[in-house]
């Protein structure tokens, strides 16, 4: 059982992104900030977007190893517009509401000692972090290919 799953060439490409994309969060984040920030490698948000390499990889390893025309093809296309689009409209939005309620709070209590869970504020991803998931995701897709 085992054996099948790591000659699943299309589960192996979309992990593969998946986890890279987790990992490259840290690395990326100290490039682009000047910061260390463990704690991205096991949170959602930051570049790239893992999530839209993970789809975007098992979109095209299923487009090259069952044909862009197969229905299985459609199907990862369909949920891969899916994710990306919730990736930076509805979780996007969702974390900006986060920040804007964080913020009021911080606003109107100032000064009075208040048990308050801060919100989450990075749960989706700018374009720019979607982009650089689907290119990841595309490379890695690509590399499995060639290299199976």
């Known amino acids: 059982m085992f054996l099948d799953l790591v000659q699943n060439q299309v589960l192996v490409a979309g992990l593969l ?8 969060k840290v690395p990326l984040e100290y490039l682009i900030n000047h ?16 999530h839209s390499s993970l789809m975007t990889s098992v979109t ?17 296309f369909a ?7 919730d990736a930076t409209g509805v979780r996007r939005q969702a974390g900006i509401h986060a920040q804007k309620i964080n913020l009021l709070f911080e606003e109107v209590l100032r000064g009075e000692p208040l048990e308050m869970d801060k919100l989450k504020e ?5 374009p720019p972090q979607v982009v650089g998931g689907v290119i990841l995701g ?8 060639g290299v199976w």
């Not at 992104?17 to 490259?24: I, P, T, V």
């Not at 910061?35 to 893992?50: K, Q, Y």
């Open 17 to 24: 992104a998946w986890f890279l994309g987790q990992f490259l």
């Open 35 to 50: 910061r260390v920030n463990w704690g991205l490698w096991f949170s959602s948000g930051g570049m790239p977007s893992s």
């Open 60 to 76: 095209l390893s299923t487009g090259l190893n069952y044909g862009f025309g197969s229905p299985i093809f459609a199907l990862a």
């Open 79 to 85: 949920v891969s517009m899916i994710v990306v689009y």
């Open 122 to 126: 990075v749960l989706g991803h700018t």
């Open 138 to 145: 595309l490379l890695i897709a690509l590399l499995v290919y």
